[in-house]
């Protein structure tokens, strides 16, 4: 079979498991990313994330993470909600209303790599979903499935920026996809100026450091900085500001994922459900949750901030 066949395995391989978009970049050193990486850590906007430091190589050069690498694959999988939130209720990102995305995409790329061994060969691969020194975003830019925005997020022409994205690096040489060269933000700049702590930097650089979904879910302190008092707008977990007010999110589509539904508890606690909360319950009403991450602590003192 030769490449031009391969690459039509992937991209129907990638459909058949219900992914959105399948783009394919040739793999190759991160050059201006490594240097962004770079003035972005050196600049504290990391905040304590001190894992972003770790492994910079890693990020930048797909080769150190499989061997002989040769095309990064990227995927992206819808999770916008049909339903949303009661209103004026504390705030949950999108992405945490239905069940942990890690698992979810883990089990569909590790069936993606086996159908594609089954049917092209023996591959070197891993997948990647958020949790390993990848920069998924760019190598979404460099396989044509969207631009990074002013708000650093993916954003997709057809579909909006709520997607996951997923990426597998292969040693299979693949038809590499044309990368999008055009900014599509144009003059816009909703999600600059409605960000509630003025995250969001000019040459779409995010202040990690000053952002909501830092500070609700990766700040580890058991205090929340004074001076960010009254500026959480009612989010208790997560942000999803820039994104809702970005014009290219009103092509969204529902996502059919249904492991992304959601729960009961997320569209209807009320702020005393909230407060009434205990551990032993939030261990089994959120076992499955993205909310696991902040931990019951984490959960229970953002919400202190909202008051």
């Known amino acids: 079979m030769n490449q031009t066949h391969h690459t039509k395995i992937v991209k129907q391989t990638a459909t058949l498991l219900g992914f959105d978009f399948c783009g394919i970049a040739t793999a190759g050193f991160l050059d201006e990313d490594a240097r962004r990486l770079e003035t972005w850590l050196n600049k504290g906007m990391h905040g304590d994330m001190q894992y972003m ?4 190589d890693l990020r930048t050069d797909p080769s150190k993470l499989v061997s002989g690498a040769k095309s990064v694959i990227t995927l992206l999988l819808n999770y916008f909600p049909e339903n949303f939130q009661d209103a004026d209720e504390p705030k949950i990102a999108k992405y945490a209303y239905g069940d942990d995305y890690h698992k979810v995409i883990r089990k569909k790329l590790n069936h993606f790599l086996f159908l594609l061994r089954e049917k092209i060969g023996e591959i070197n691969g891993r997948g990647f979903v958020d949790s ?3 920069l998924e975003r ?4 460099k396989s044509g499935l969207g631009w990074i925005g002013k708000n650093g997020n993916l954003i997709n022409k057809k579909q909006g920026s709520f997607f996951f994205i997923a990426s597998l690096i292969t040693d299979l040489q693949l038809n590499a996809d044309e990368a999008l060269a ?9 999600c600059i100026d409605e960000c509630p702590t003025d995250a969001i930097l000019p040459d779409k650089i995010v202040d990690g450091s000053k952002c909501i979904s830092y500070f609700t879910i990766e700040l ?3 205090l929340i900085p004074e001076k960010m008092k009254g500026k959480f707008d009612d989010w208790l977990f997560g942000c999803d500001v ?9 092509f969204s589509k529902n996502t ?7 729960t009961h508890e997320i569209l209807h606690f009320t702020k005393n459900d909230w407060e009434e909360l205990t551990l032993e319950k939030f ?6 949750s993205p909310l696991k991450r902040s931990k019951y602590a984490g959960i229970k003192r953002n919400l202190q901030f909202l008051k």
């Open 53 to 56: 430091e770790k492994h910079f």
């Open 132 to 134: 390993a020194p990848v």
């Open 138 to 141: 760019s190598w979404a830019q």
């Open 182 to 190: 055009k900014d599509y933000c144009g003059t816009c700049t909703r």
């Open 220 to 222: 580890k302190d058991a």
């Open 242 to 250: 820039c994104q809702d007010v970005c014009p290219w999110n009103s």
């Open 256 to 262: 059919t994922v249904k492991e992304f539904t959601p």
């Open 283 to 288: 261990k089994i009403v959120f076992q499955n």
